[in-house]
């Protein structure tokens, strides 16, 4: 049974950052191409960053230059380091595998003064 577990999401004022982690389990991690959604309060659900299992990385362009996605295998975690928030990347992010098969119950990720 495939399970995501993310952490790391809470308040941080603007230009701040965070990184958040999601851990897998029940997975070959290594072989998976792991991304990263978002979603804020009412709007659908974005991509924002995608890892290959190659380790080749693509970003939506909101993100570019200020977010990082990166994965440690020896852990079976994929990290996405937030740089330079801003407010509207505030959103509940989530965890995903396998190119969407696969989700994680999501974060809070808060950016305000």
């Known amino acids: 049974q495939v399970q995501l577990v993310e952490s790391g999401g809470g308040l941080v004022q603007p230009g701040g950052s965070l990184r958040l982690s999601c851990a897998a389990s029940?997975?070959?991690?290594?072989?998976?191409?792991m991304g990263w959604y978002r979603q804020a309060p009412g709007k659908g659900r974005e991509w924002v960053a995608r890892?290959?299992?190659?380790?080749?990385?693509t970003y939506t362009d909101s993100v570019k230059g200020r977010f990082t996605i990166s994965r440690d295998n020896a852990k079976n975690t994929v990290y996405l380091q937030m740089n330079s928030l801003k407010p509207e990347d505030t959103a509940v992010y989530y965890c995903?595998?396998?190119?969407?098969?696969?989700w994680g119950q999501g974060t809070q990720v808060t950016v305000s003064s």
């Open positions: 029940g997975m070959t991690f290594s072989f998976a191409a």
């Open positions: 995903s595998a396998w190119d969407g098969r696969y």
């Open positions: 890892i290959s299992s190659g380790r080749s990385t």
